[in-house]
């Protein structure tokens, strides 16, 4: 039994509340068990200087937390004057994981931002923020096809992600909170899309390390997880859901 | 009739979540019409260099908004690596008025942080953020009172801020919205207490000018809205409000 | 008495040095008892991005101070590779004190630069560098309405600014020196027209409140010391006070 | 065939030169194909704020390229005045694998400090770092074995890494060099202990997925590579070698 | 006959106004031809980390420019956030060159802080700050001997600081103002002590080279126009000037 | 008798590996005694803004040092998020060293980069630096010059440096290892034309000074070092040292 009386493979009580700020072409506050992020969509008419005239878009993504976000207050980045590692690690990802699944030919010459916004954390504030964004980034990209004429719905698949681990006394476990995490010997943070590949894999032994089994039981939970979570993105963008990875069919 | 078909003095409407958030000491998510930000208050047990061995604590303030808050996507200032003039002026006049009602020698040797996170903005974030913040700090101040001896309940006032103005067409308006804001001539922000006395005032024709005969109406506007907030903070923090200023009396 | 023997509502001895540099287009020394600030005003030809192709023109304004212009050595900013606060609150409020007397569309598409630079401080540094900087910027301006056609001459007031305090002993008192400041309840700064109108006004009850009947023995103060000031500009600016409003009326 | 003529599962030619520098503790010239990296491991004395009083030591890894490493001139992170993204994400990688085969407290309150200085870069300069780094971190630690009395030899394992991936036309193959990178759909690091386990597992798939049994048979041929990889690193440290995880049988 | 009608061998107009600012422990504005500076020295009573409690002191410099103390307006160092690189290598010869003549071990474990303002520029700033800044560090060294029981007055000789050069119509020139430092092929910067003795040599071919006799020629004329320097620092240090090397001798 | 065995007037051994990097338009290792240094020329085909239209060239240098080095690690500057005074200063020496022997117009709106990575340090890393510096510009020169049709071959003499100083039992001595240099009274670094004319003097008493004799005697040092720097650097060449300075001819 875990802190939390979950099973192994059980994810924590999930919710995505759309439409949550009046100005983003998307917004979602997306609550993860006591992780909660705001994550936003923003359409700019630009693309970044590398992409310029290629006739292509761009997805951009960036990650912050509230000071107070954790139990302890984090000191801004802001104040510091720059951005820690970690941030850029985090929003690196989302943005490379959101690209996966979007034909950027079809969006045209625009830079979608992603903004995830941690409010508070408990836990896979990462994950929630793919999951999360990729709501707010598909109902963006519905309101941007309305308005102009796209060649094609521009998102080819659904998007999920989730942690699993493995901790000393119960095993691999799926969807990890705060306590969980610290204590884990092995995280791996999977980012999946709704037809079950993989878009990104990320396993880390932190001062340990892991066996090719441990690593199959670990995709296993996973894959459990992933399921779920495309279940509940399909059920909060209602018909927007039907458009996802029409024209790839 | 107002854009928003409010009378010249009536307030937004107004609203305080308490407890918005499970990991801080105090925190609150303040609502005034469209503006939204979440207050959070933090005790830390030391004070800054300069106030060393004084007996005495602090009350630092920090303020920032999310950068879709507003209607087009802002660069957040961790990016740029610096914060802007704006956002320093607003978090020195939020800690600034937040010190005229503590008795800072009876907080003892701690730091209380506040921050201001604008999550969504139309206007008036500041004031918003001054009143709110007041609230997210008595309740951080009332569990410290709880869990350690303090010489006297340290809040000695109540505090709130508001805005007023002067459109063109309009006279002097109170607490105005972001088109509101736009629009107008003179611009002042009024921190008050309570019990009805000047914190801080800040009159600003931006390339106008007012006169004195203008100062008056817009100080009488403002001490209207002024005691329609204190008396909200006074239902917000319950049996709290009665420990405020007690020591003074 | 005061500290330094003057009356409650008098003016320390003033003096405004003008041309006192070769180089810059406007430049003055300005004297405010011990508080020294040379005031530099240069006319660049383009304006801010946010401005290009408006057809009007903008005025910007730094204040720094000498390292050893106060008691103990400050540390330079740009040896801390960021600006403070403190600095730019100061040259923010000279900018927008600035731009409410000049009819920026008659300067055209250029950038006015105002440097206020503190050779020696006593107290008032940024009301000092206000008086003195509309100085220096006049003088630019009728340089600059010799040699270009401009539609009216664009300053449109005079403009000076002193700062006004409650002291417990002494109550309200006129032009606070450093000694006066750093003992004031109440410290405001008020920014005028020759005419008579408020531009910009901000009163800080530092630790403390203030009343309304103490807000218009203040202002009184402060009224009777700006007439003083916009008496010696007029002196010091000679046939080109002539100018000053004379397309407004 | 690929582009250099190698095998599907094919490493190009690895030497690691010992003692290349005379400063540094321990020193290594890697050169993987045409990727040469300098890999040096420092000893400082004390650890981190966030480690002082715990007995144990740290191991902290950074990461640069010479400008004209790569093809075409980069731009100095020094002149920038910023470490990239890339550069965080690729020293963290370094650091966390290398500690996962050092036993923390046996080193002492101690900082290993590891610099990967690419002196030529042709693709897989993140994994030749890590291969070549724990070679220089190990004669290093042995020195210090040599100089100071240890409760056992810290090292616990053999540790190496590398890249593997899936070209269009060719399927998966192991030790991408960079033109092969720029084609690959699929690019994942594996980094292993000598033992065979998981240190960290990275595979992303660049605006593209891939399948499980894709994920087993990159897997495969990084299994392959890292047994080379550890054999060349047994013969290169000699006699060290059989200190290798001595203290943990 | 130069621009401004000097002789080949003739300094401009040079004076020495002491205890210009009434803060800081030592003052100059020191004026050559056009060129005029700010010297300050201030005592702190402590050393930089590298040498505490080595029983010596330390001289630092800094150095600055008005935005305008030039031809078109500068921007601000503390604007870019960075110190350029002509800065650093201006305070960093005004410190070592201080230095020089000081015996740091009789000053204590105190830092004597030198600030070089330029308020206008005309050429030679780094030499004017230099022989302009050994005035003000005497005085402040004469006032902290008179403090404090120093064992031996720290200041061992007189120093100043001029250019030579050679402009290709002309030959070689003596203190080069502006427009003779833009048109000379070669630049040199001399800082001798009273007694005759290189400092520091600083020539520079820009764009052009020189020989050994016409090096010859311009340490001739820097050796004249050394002893007027020395001369007049003589004179504006009054009885003091009999301290400089007494225990020396 | 010196440290390491040498007469007072004799070079360490000195050696120059062409073609050091795969991806530059020209690189070399110089290793003096213990110094190594990689430095490199890269073609850009653009100038700074300050020189776009004027039909010429520039010559921009970037010195840099690997942690280790020297005997103690440094910080790297990327890090720190600034470049250090005294990097600062070696990279303004090299690029404008250079720009002494190279005609501007001659190599068209070209920018040519030189990177100087100092791998080993043992003192004398500048002047290492400039002498491979030569060789690596003098190869992409002629590259460019074989590939684009340049009006004559743009580089008009050779160019080396080395250090001299004097060491209070050993008196004037030429190339001075780190040990020496740390002993010296005075150090000075010479840069020279193979035409035996000065580019550049830097001398300096760090807290000392030199006579007019000394100067004397440290230029006859340097003059004959530098022959020996001119002979190696010919013979490295090869056949490209035929074109250096035909033009002129």
Chains 1, 2, 3, 4, 5, 6 share one sequence.
């Not at 943070?189 to 590949?197: A, F, I, L, Y």
Request: glycine fraction near 10%.
């Amino acid at each position: 039994m875990r802190v939390d009386g979950r099973q192994a493979d059980e994810l924590r009580h999930i919710q995505i509340e759309t439409d949550y700020l009046k100005h983003p072409e998307g917004s979602v506050l997306i609550t993860v068990g006591d992780t909660k992020v705001i994550c936003t969509a923003s359409i700019e008419e630009r693309v970044p200087p590398f992409l310029r005239g290629e006739g292509k878009g761009w997805i951009s993504a960036e990650y912050s937390m509230l000071p107070r976000a954790t139990g302890t207050r984090n000191i801004r980045e802001s104040s510091k004057g720059k951005v820690s590692g970690r941030t850029m690690e985090i929003q690196r990802l989302i943005g490379r994981a959101l690209r996966a699944v979007v034909d950027l030919a079809a969006i045209g010459e625009r830079t979608i931002w992603i903004d995830c916004d941690v409010i508070q954390a408990d836990g896979g504030t990462r994950t929630a923020s793919i999951t999360g964004a990729f709501v707010a980034m598909t109902m963006a990209i519905a309101k941007l096809a309305e308005e102009k004429e796209l060649p094609a719905f521009p998102v080819t698949d659904f998007l999920a992600a989730t942690s699993v681990g493995i901790i000393e006394e119960e095993g691999v476990i799926l969807d990890l909170n705060y306590i969980e995490d610290s204590a884990a010997m092995v995280d791996m943070n999977v980012v999946m899309t709704g037809s079950g590949e993989f878009v990104e894999l990320q396993g880390t032994g932190e001062e340990s390390t892991f066996t090719a089994h441990q690593l199959q039981e670990m995709l296993a939970a996973a894959e459990k997880g992933m399921k779920e979570l495309t279940a509940l993105q399909k059920e909060v963008l209602g018909e927007i859901s039907q458009k996802i990875g029409a024209a790839a069919e």
